[in-house]
């Protein structure tokens, strides 16, 4: 199984809820789902990585006004990415099941 | 939506320094992003992520100029590519070439890191144009004197009355004992005033000077506060010194970093000059012509120096009248005082440089350094001949001649890289060794200032320009056609390589006719007959005790076994002879004890010092040959002669001694006197033991802690006391010695590479040659002879090099070999061997060659 970067492992989920999205909307998203700002540049590194590991794909979308009439780029998670990814959640519950007692050092008293 | 808009600039930057391919993306992202943010977070964090993002797309690369320079980059890529393939392919001459080069270059920067250190003296320092030394010309008679010196009188007076001269720094030097737990350090020092530490620009780690005009005050620097353990805990302690009679108190007032080596006044403990006022005898305070310090001035304005000058001149003449001499005083600039010989280094100035020294230095350096580039040009000329196909066909492609041109420089900067890499390895190697032939120290930290690294970097870089520029132009004017067919000759490449291999052995043999010359020298000295017999002689110089002492010691030494003769001297001073006829300087000597005898020196005439005769002990004077000659004395013996020093006046001459060398044999010898009378103290003691073997140093160390503790004992042979005086030209002859052998090294290895490989591309004749029935002998003759000629050739001009450089510097010596029969036959013995040896070595595997091997593809 190849290694997913954390960053990598949550831009291709939001990917792959979504039908073709662009950089913005990933940001977008992220925001909504963790509450944190993603820098338009990050996800713009993370995204050419994937695209040469082929987990992927991207083609010029249509202009709008508030790009400035700029065309966007639009990306979409390829089936690859799918397999690869519900793997690592199946074997991160896997994973996880072996944590239903917490021990005292876990809960704060 | 919102109205606003991302900042200007920002677009603007990404615009320029986005890559282009992802300009669209990145630039609308970053909009559409800023619009969302700004209806989620308000305008001003927007705009602020905007800028972030913006500078986080942007990659330096994508800048325009580095955009042309890419596609120029390119091409170069190509030409290392090439260019290291041509070196791995030749492996052996690419490395000979390289070595060579690396020595030149390592050589060449020592020698620059040596000028720069040397010819910078001081200059750091912010004043340096204002300050100048007190120095002296004094004319009397015919003698001209270059005096680096000056009186407290005259820096007083100087300091009072010459409204120009803002500050006095008088710096008279001592030195002194301190005793640390067991043992005794001796350490010199200066007295000085105030100023010189702001002109010094002393820097304080500890402490501070304060007004520094109490006698006990005294600033130590960082490494003697080390050597006494009291870094971090200096100021305010007790400093215990002596300086002739007992240990006296001083109170550290401050630590100072270390003063930079190449400054002229550079000592480790530094006391007020107060201290001096205190304890000096009048006289030698309020004396107008007693020179026994140096002064530095610093003026308000560099321009006043004339008029400074001849105030100090006004002033001298107020004081003294009706002086005889001629006396100018000059302001010697602070920037000068280090290499300038002449006023001397002494009195708390440190020991100067030679230009000499520095000359040689950049001379040998550079010899070096063209040989190795004649090597580079040559080699390449004639390895290039292989390559002309591949020229040619760069061309047909489409490259003009400029760009093989650039190709090929770029080869050169590429060896000459790889050499200066070599080379930089080269010097930190042997930095060690030469900081302490040189007796600097250096170290690798030292190579990290920018005036070294920028004078390497211009060293180096016109090394490969110098070196690649001449293959470059002839490999870039190659025909198409004929390259192409393989008939391309280089004409004028020949006639150049040959030219240049000439000039490599003119200047090795300079050099080692040189360096043969030097080592003749050095010989000639050091092996010279001063007519004074060195035999079992020990001696001990300057004893710092009373003369009542010093006798102690003597009869003390009387008593033991070994010792056969024991003499004491005053030391050579100098006074002026003065009669109607003549005047001339004269040196003199006081002598107790038969020293005549001690030494084996010959009396020539009259007699020696006689014990039972009373007037000899206070009229009677030796006199030496040149005395008499000086004087032009008939019959010396029992002349009255017009001498005087202190209390001995018109004494009567008894005796005439052989001209013994009583100073080394760079020197004339002076006119001298010998008297016995009692008008300078004993100083220095000669002591003869019946064998060199029975010396028994601890016996002798015993006996000089019973007289003269606390000071530390010394002695020394007086053969080796002698060999001493020569350590600048014995350094100097190694100099020459390392550039003679590196030269001729160089030299061979290039001619080595030359031959080989212009008979490379002759295989053919030779095997037709040899088909058709040349014998060996015949062969040997035919491609030894043209070789021959240019090493001949470069051996006649490399003797005439030499012989002018030669007897330039032997013109210092009164005593001195020739440049003869002898040395010349050497250095074309040892050149031509050299030389020859090479050249049929490569000869040789030519004509064992099988003709067959090479005439078969035809």
């Known amino acids: ?109 | 939506m919102s109205i606003s808009s991302p900042p200007k600039w920002a677009n603007w930057l990404i615009e320029k320094l986005c890559p282009e391919s992802r300009l669209e993306e990145v630039q609308g992202d970053l909009h559409e992003a800023y619009h969302w943010r700004v209806s989620e977070f308000g305008t001003t964090k927007a705009k602020w992520l905007f800028v972030a993002e913006a500078v986080k797309s942007s990659r330096i690369s994508s800048l325009t100029p580095f955009k042309r320079i890419n596609q120029q980059l390119m091409m170069f890529k190509n030409y290392f590519k090439t260019g290291w393939r041509f070196l791995k392919k030749n492996k052996l001459y690419s490395s000979l070439n390289i070595l060579g080069l690396a020595m030149g270059i390592s050589f060449c920067w020592l020698a620059y890191l040596y000028a720069d250190d040397e010819m910078n003296y001081d200059q750091y320092l912010e004043h340096h144009e204002e300050t100048y030394r007190i120095v002296i010309d004094f004319k009397r008679g015919d003698d001209l004197h270059y005096i680096g010196g000056s009186s407290n009188a005259m820096s007083v007076q100087f300091r009072d009355k010459i409204p120009e001269i803002d500050q006095v720094a008088r710096i008279k030097s001592d030195f002194g004992l301190i005793q640390k737990e067991d043992e005794v350090i001796e350490q010199s020092l200066i007295m000085t005033d105030r100023s010189l530490i702001s002109l010094l620009e002393l820097n304080f780690l500890e402490g501070a000077p304060g007004a520094f005009d109490q006698p006990n005050d005294v600033i130590i620097s960082e490494t003697l506060a080390g050597t006494l353990n009291l870094r971090g805990k200096a100021v305010g302690e007790i400093l215990s010194l002596n300086r002739g009679d007992d240990f006296e108190d001083f109170i550290i007032r401050g630590v100072y970093q270390e003063i930079p080596a190449n400054t002229s006044v550079r000592r480790h403990l530094i006391m007020s000059y107060s201290n001096y006022l205190a304890n000096a005898p009048e006289r030698r305070l309020t004396t107008w012509f007693d020179l026994n310090m140096n002064t530095l001035v610093k003026l308000h304005d560099k321009k006043a120096v004339a008029s400074v000058e001849e105030k100090m001149n006004d002033l001298h003449h107020e004081n003294e009248p009706d002086s005889e001499a001629e006396v100018q005083f000059k302001l010697q600039p602070m920037s000068q005082i280090h290499l300038n010989q002449d006023y001397g280094h002494y009195n708390g100035i440190a020991r100067g440089g030679s230009v000499e020294m520095i000359r040689l230095f950049a001379g040998i350096g550079i010899f070096c350094l063209i040989i190795s580039m004649i090597n580079y040009s040559n080699f390449n000329i004639s390895l290039y001949i292989n390559r002309s196909r591949e020229v040619a066909l760069r061309k047909v492609i489409g490259a003009e001649r400029k760009g093989i041109f650039s190709q090929l420089i770029t080869e050169s900067f590429l060896s000459s890289f790889i050499a200066g890499l070599l080379a930089l390895v080269v010097l930190i190697l042997i930095l060690p060794l030469f900081s302490s032939f040189v007796d600097k120290s250096y170290t690798p930290g030292f190579l990290i200032n920018y005036r070294f690294i920028l004078g390497a970097l211009v060293i180096l870089i016109s090394t490969a320009i110098i070196s690649g520029f001449y293959p470059a132009l002839i490999l870039s004017r190659f025909s198409i056609v004929k390259s192409l067919k393989g008939e391309q000759k280089i004409r004028s490449g020949k006639w150049i390589t040959q030219t240049l291999l000439g000039v490599q052995f003119i200047l090795a043999t300079g050099l080692v006719a040189g360096m043969l010359t030097m080592r003749e020298q050095v010989k000639f000295l050091s092996s010279f007959d001063t007519k004074i017999n060195f035999d079992n002689v020990i001696y001990h110089d300057y004893i710092p005790a009373e003369e009542g002492q010093v006798k102690k010691f003597m009869l003390d030494l009387e008593q033991l076994p070994e010792v056969e003769q024991v003499a004491a001297i005053s030391g050579y001073n100098g006074t002026r002879i003065v009669s109607d006829e003549t005047q001339f300087d004269v040196r003199h000597l006081r002598i107790n004890k038969d020293l005549m005898n001690l030494l084996d020196i010959q009396i020539v005439d009259g007699r020696n010092f006689n014990d039972e005769i009373t007037t000899d002990q206070t009229q009677g004077v030796l006199v030496n040959e040149a005395f008499v000659k000086r004087m032009g004395l008939e019959n010396p013996v029992g002349e009255v002669i017009p001498f005087k020093y202190n209390k001995l006046e018109d004494p009567k001459i008894i005796g005439v001694v052989e001209d013994y060398h009583f100073e080394s044999a760079r020197n004339v010898i002076d006119p001298l006197v010998i008297y016995k009378s009692e008008q300078y103290p004993l100083q220095s003691v000669y002591v003869k033991v019946n064998k060199a073997a029975t010396f028994n140093k601890e016996r002798f160390e015993q006996l000089w802690i019973k007289n003269f503790d606390p000071f530390p004992f010394e002695y020394s042979f007086l053969e080796e006391e002698y060999l001493s005086a020569y350590e600048s030209e014995n350094q100097m002859m190694h100099l020459v010695g390392i550039g003679c052998v590196v030269s001729i090294f160089l030299a061979g290895m290039g001619l080595l590479g030359i031959v080989g490989l212009q008979l490379n591309q002759r295989f053919k004749e030779i095997s037709i040659r040899k088909v058709l029935g040349a014998s060996s002998v015949n062969l040997y003759q035919v491609f030894t002879k043209k070789y021959v000629f240019i090493v001949a050739i470069g051996l006649a001009g490399g003797l005439t090099l030499g012989y002018y450089l030669i007897e330039d510097w032997l013109g210092n010596y009164p005593f001195r070999v020739d440049f003869g029969v002898g040395i010349i036959s050497v250095t074309i013995f040892v050149t031509l061997s050299i030389a020859l040896i090479t050249i049929i070595s490569q000869v040789f595997k030519v004509v064992r060659a099988n003709p067959v091997k090479f005439l078969r593809d035809e």
């Open chain 1, 1 to 109: 199984m190849e290694l997913v970067g954390s960053l990598e492992e949550i831009v291709l989920m939001i990917l792959l809820r979504n039908d073709k999205i662009n950089s913005v909307e990933i940001a977008k998203e992220y925001y909504n789902a963790i509450g944190k700002n993603l820098s338009v540049p990050s996800i713009h590194v993370t995204l050419k990585r994937m695209q040469k590991k082929g987990w992927v794909k991207s083609e010029f979308g249509s202009p709008t006004a508030e790009r400035g009439g700029r065309r966007k780029r639009i990306y979409w998670a390829t089936p690859k990415a799918y397999e690869l990814l519900s793997e690592l959640t199946k074997a991160k519950s896997e994973l996880w099941k072996g944590i239903t007692k917490p021990s005292l050092q876990y809960v704060h008293i």
